[in-house]
Structures are given as C-alpha cells and as structure tokens.
C-alpha cells in the first residue's frame, strides 16, 4: 500500500492496482519535480528515505485514511534517487463508493505523508549549490533536538520515541513499574464517553496492549463527551477511529480492535487474552455479562455508571474473592429504570471524569498502588461535589459466587440473602459516624412508644418513603430502621430496586441493639 520506487512512476498501471467495479470514484494526487524553490532556479533533485520506518509510518497513513474515509483502496508510490525536472515525484490514488471520500482520503495521505514519513529531500540549484530542503526548513527545531544527523550530516531528527519520564518519575513507578505497564493487556469494552478517556490515558502510559470493543460508529451527538473523535468522522466505526487516534498518541502501543457489540457467544472469547477488563458500557445488559463472565475467568472488572450529573465506581476482584455486581445488586436492575445517555441527558465531562477514575483505577491496579477501591461502592455526586463511600460485601447467595463454590449449605439461605443489604450497628450511634442517615420508617404510634435510640434519627414512616415526596439523594446512604428489621430490609430492597444503590436495613431492628436499655433489658441474655 505504501512503497517506494527507483524507477519513474507509471501512472496508468499504478491506477489499474486499483481498479474494483465496486468503486465509482477514483482520484489520485501527483506531486511534481518544479524548477524553482524559494527564489532559486533548480535543475534536480534527490530523494533519500530511511526505508524501514518510513515504509512502516506510509503504510499506517494508509490504513489510517482506509479507515478514517471509509474508501475501498488506497496506495501511495514515493520516488527515491535522482529525479529531473517534471517527474513525478508522489503518486497517491484512492477508489471509493464514491468521490467525496475519495477526494478526502487523497488529500488526507498526502498531507500525512509529507508531515510524518521521513524522506529528505536534495535540491541542485543552477548557480551551482545545493541543499536538503527539510533539513533547511527544520534547522531551527533541530538546534533543540539531541539527535544525531545520518551519515550526511543532514536530515530531519527521527521520529521521538515515547517519554513516560513524567509517570516513572514517581517512586513507585520508575522502570520496574513501566515495564509492568508494557506487559499489561486491558480490554476497554465501549469507546464512548468512558472509554475515552480511559484509552487514552492508558495509551499513554504505555499500557503494552489496548483491546477496544464497540459496534457502534460515530455520531454527532457523541462529540460533546467523546472528544477523541471529530465531525468528519460521523458514520464510521469507532473502534477503527480510535485505534487510528491511539496509534498516532503512542505507536508503541498494540491496538486491538473487536468492532462487534459483546453478547453471551463472544464475550469469554473476546475478554480472555487479556489481564484486566474496563466496563465503559452504558447500558445495565452488558455491565452483567462483563461481570458474569469475568467472575467466571477470574478476571478484575472496573465499572462505571454515569447518571446526568453523578456517577459510581466499582472494582470487581474475583480472583481474590472481592463482591461483584450481583453481590451489590441481587435483582439486576433492569435497563430503563436508570436512563442512559441518550434518553436521561448528560454533561460532558461527567463521564470524563469517571473514566480517568477508571483509568486511574486501573493503572494503580496494574501498578499494585496503594489505597485501590476494593469491596466498595464509589459515588459521586459532581452536582454537589458529594463522595459518598459505600462498602460492598460478597452476598452468599450470589448466583455468580455460588456457581464458583465447590458446595453450599454451609450457610442459613435466609440470612445469606439478606447480607449484603442488612448491617449491624450497635449502639445505632455508628451508622452516623460511618456517615449514614438513619431513616426510622416506624409509624408515629410505634416512635410514640419507643423513640428511635439515636439521636439523629430522621422519621420517616414507610408509606411516606416509598410513596410520598421525602427527597432522598439517589447518592445518599441511608440506614432504614424499624422495631424487628423486617419493614426496613423490604424498604431497603425496593429502594434499590429504584436505583438508591445506598440503602441499607438494621438488621434485626431496634429490638436487636444490645446497648438499648429501654428495649433490651427483658430479653438481654444472662450471664
Ligand atoms: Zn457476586
């Protein structure tokens, strides 16, 4: 697709390489020896290339125009050696469906070829001088440039190799975590607004191997959020785009792209090769295979979800045995109950920020950093800025964990379905310092009798909470309290259920705190 030539250049038989009855539009680029430059007349001119890399770099140019423009074949033909005045110098020819793209592509390769592929260029002027015109143009830049010039004391510097010495400036990077990063394979399953940001930073911080997953192709109404991309490139793949995009942010790094949207027959296939999995999907459908199967592979999965104006994170770790998705979640919820992007509306940098989260996640993961989110449930409200810290505990009867377990029946299946939902707090005081609301869903006759052992308790009976207007932050941790345990643990399912993902039940109710006199004292065990 990209090569270089000795010889003059046939026009007409490089155009036949591309004939295609498929192809409506052709259109091809011609570059010129001229004989004059920057006010000297010129009689010819030699071209130099370093060919291994300059081959390398066209071909990608190619592939990138392939994919940018969606055009059927592309190819470009340099000259090398002397060449007289009026040669051809360049060839470009592309055939498309049809002309646009065509005339696009053409512009695109030839405009990238002339910046990125090292050619030098030697001009003989008739008063006898002579000169490398883009060692010339660049002597300024090379004044500043460390490298060595070839072996005729001219040339453009080669193209920089990536510089990670900002990231392993840091003491718990330096070069032993670099090479860790180089060695790492993560899968980014959606490049939408998430999975921007989190190819992007792990491209440049030299993650060895970026797998990207998405069927989609572009559209306008991405580009507020997903700002890799640009307006031209509406209505083609994204995966393509963006591996195009990180392959120009650092060519060290392996791109691999799975153009298809993951479903129950590809997913274990897909995420197996790879070492860590970043859900940047929107939709609940997929964040539940993506933990289904990777709690079945063993596989770290680093989710998010993004709400209008807030947003949760959450690190699964089944090879250690941490809570997954269904853990937090018993009853999946379904799709529709919480809108995604497009139905619920969003800002921009909302899941900006929680895919830099993730790929900050993800990079102290691989880097075994201190202080990763693990058995936790992160939200984030950036409306108000508010952190709300929940923690997770791997439920008994998850039917992702009990399909791993060898056998069950070590555990009372009623208590086990109630784990992850009910806590224990005693004195009631602790759930206060542990930053939850408590919620008394008593009726008033029952607070009138026994007042709620706590002294910040807010009463809100339970018809009230469920069914009135009490204005409860989808963000909020609240702990439901009631007399047996029993009303706060319904309470706190179908909270859930509406995307409370924070709501929590006493376990055992106000007549199971211990530390209560009032109530306690006829049942407390003797001795
Ligand atoms: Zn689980």
Redo the contacts with the bound molecule.
Sequence with gaps: MFRFSSTPLDESALRAGLCDPACGGYAAFEGWVRDHNEGLRVRRLEYEAFEPLAIKEGERIIAEAIARFGVEHAACVHRIGALEIGERAVWVGVAARHRDEAFRACRYIIDEVKHRVPIWKKEHYENGDSGWVNCERCAEHAQHAAHAHDGHGHGRPPAPAPDYSRQMALKEVGAAGQEKLRRAAVLVVGCGGLGVPVMTYLAAAGVGCVGLVDGDRLEASNLHRQTLYSLADVGRSKVELAAARLHALNPAVEVRTHPVRLDAACAAEIIQPYSLVIDCTDNFASKFLL?DTC?RLGKPVIFSSVYQYEGQLQVVRPERGG?????VWPQATRDGLVGNCAEAGVLGPVPGTFGSLQALEALKLLLDLPGQLADELLMLDLLTLRITRVRTR??AD????AARRPAAGDTDPTLATASAIELTFDPLEEALADGFEVLDIREPDELARVATPCRAARHLPVAQLLHGTAALSPTGKYLLVCASGKRSLAAARELRARGYAAAFSLRGGIAALTSDQRTRTAARPSG
């Design positions: 933990n709690v809570a997954c998705l269904r853990c791997r439920a998850c039917p992702d964990h």
